[in-house]
């Protein structure tokens, strides 16, 4: 949150106005706690720092993305009771004006039009893999990863370098789509899932994965699955 709100004061800044329509998107957005938690961060630093500046406030258009399956329904079905809430903490006068609207849709792709976006947030989704990397899926010479879900330990060399090469693509890819969708002085807010050290298969990253892949090893020996799965 310091962060994001040391962002904000510096948008707000470099400009005397912000845009009468201001865009803020969020990548990966899920639903819980709450589809709109960053977002409501965002639209209410920014409605009490125009009240404390005398500025006039934006009205904000707010674009959630998820991937296309996911269910939007009960995002929407939720709006009604979030709007009514920050009425209640706020007071009936309280204005952020926010249209809201999903945007469904890898995050890696082209997703808005060009130089349309004045803020973009995304927290915890980027370190997730648009694909299984395609060297360990090869159906010719798949690369072996055995007994593992992801890296760990026993993977080889060539298997984290593999799931690096799909990350720095993957990667790539999102700033790609993002450098053309925001606008010039636009902000971006990118929050991970790190860790402490440079080492890849550490207990750290790989033990929550090295539990299924074992709990999955179990029901492949018992007949129950197939290896290959
Ligand atoms: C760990 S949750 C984070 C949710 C929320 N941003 C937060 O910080 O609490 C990651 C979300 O990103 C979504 N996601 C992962 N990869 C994505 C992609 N390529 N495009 C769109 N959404 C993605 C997942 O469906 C999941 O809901």
Request: with cysteine; glycine share 4%.
């Amino acid at each position: 949150m310091p962060l994001l709100h040391q962002v904000l004061l510096d948008l707000m800044s470099c400009s005397k106005n912000l845009p009468e329509s201001f865009t803020i998107a969020d990548f990966g957005c899920s639903s819980r706690p709450h589809p709109l938690l960053t977002v409501t961060e965002i639209t209410s630093f920014i409605y009490k720092r125009c009240h404390e500046l005398g500025r006039s406030l934006p009205e904000f258009w707010v674009y959630l993305n998820e991937f296309s399956g996911y269910d939007f329904n009960t995002v929407f079905k939720s709006l009604p009771d979030y709007h009514a809430k920050l009425k209640e903490e706020n007071g009936p006068d309280f204005r952020p004006l926010l249209y809201i609207s999903a945007v469904p849709g890898p995050c890696h792709e082209r997703l808005f039009p060009s130089k349309s976006l004045h803020f973009v947030h995304s927290s915890s989704t980027l370190n997730w893999l648009s694909q299984v990397p395609a060297e360990l899926s090869d159906k010719e010479n798949p690369l072996i990863n055995k007994g593992n879900v992801f890296i760990s330990k026993t993977s080889p060399p060539e298997v984290i370098k593999a799931y690096r090469t799909q990350f720095q693509r993957d990667f790539a890819s999102f700033l790609e789509s993002r450098s053309k969708e925001v606008v010039p002085g636009g902000r971006m807010v990118l929050t991970f899932r790190g860790r402490t050290t440079p080492d890849p298969s550490s207990d750290e990253t790989c033990q929550l994965w090295d539990y299924l892949g074992q709990a999955f090893q179990d029901l492949i020996e018992k007949g129950l699955i197939e290896e290959e799965k």
